[in-house]
Nanobody, 115 residues
Framework: QVQLVESGGGLVQSGGSLRLSCTASGRIFSIYAMGWYRQAPGKQRELVARIRSAGMTEYANSVKGRFTIARDNAKNTVFLQMNSLKAEDTAVYYC?????????WGQGTQVTVSS
């Protein structure tokens, strides 16, 4: 089994910043990618940002230029720096890990942006 522990969520005013962290532990073999997804009330879970082991990144159009994903391969940790936050960024953010076999998910961390 793989465990993902997230931290860094909270309440912030519009225009503010937050940094999410997620550390993986357990039966980790060769990680293909790690990423962040989010789910707002009444909406489907969506990709926010994803980074492959080789460093290639991808972002949702809605967060490009505001969010930055980074990874510490040695510590199996992925970060999401979120700047210029907007009310529409309010959601539960989930960490995701891809390796051979099923994906793994964190428990989620709430991000609330007040306007």
């Amino acid at each position: 089994q793989v465990q993902l522990v997230e931290s860094g969520g909270g309440l912030v005013q519009s225009g503010g910043s937050l940094r999410l962290s997620c550390t993986a532990s357990g039966r980790i073999f060769s990680i293909y990618a790690m990423g962040w997804y989010r789910q707002a009330p009444g909406k489907q879970r969506e990709l926010v940002a994803r980074i492959r082991s080789a460093g290639m990144t991808e972002y949702a159009n809605s967060v490009k230029g505001r969010f930055t994903i980074a990874r510490d391969n040695a510590k199996n940790t992925v970060f999401l720096q979120m700047n210029s936050l907007k009310a529409e960024d309010t959601a539960v953010y989930y960490c995701n890990l891809e390796q051979n076999g099923p994906d793994y998910w964190g428990q989620g961390t709430q991000v609330t942006v007040s306007s």
